[in-house]
């Protein structure tokens, strides 16, 4: 593999993870909103947790991506 292209690859893995990690943030956020638990419980703050990660995660890739590509 080139090495101008491992960069890409790791990055998209990553983007991968963190699409993930969103996903799964809102499902823990909408199986307790659907449930009638209150919003302080421990697995909504978990879920809002992974979605805040996750969304800093991508932003970060998708900036390393443009940067890497331009």
Not at 4 to 17: A, F, H, T
């Amino acid at each position: 593999m080139s090495s101008e292209l491992m960069p890409l690859i790791i990055s998209g893995v990553i983007i991968i993870i963190s699409v993930f990690l969103i996903m799964h943030g809102k499902s823990l956020r909408d199986r307790k909103s659907s449930s009638g638990l209150s919003a302080s419980s421990n697995e909504t703050s978990t879920g809002t947790a992974l979605i805040i990660c996750g969304l800093l995660l991508l932003l970060t890739q998708l900036v390393k991506v443009f940067e890497t590509v331009a």
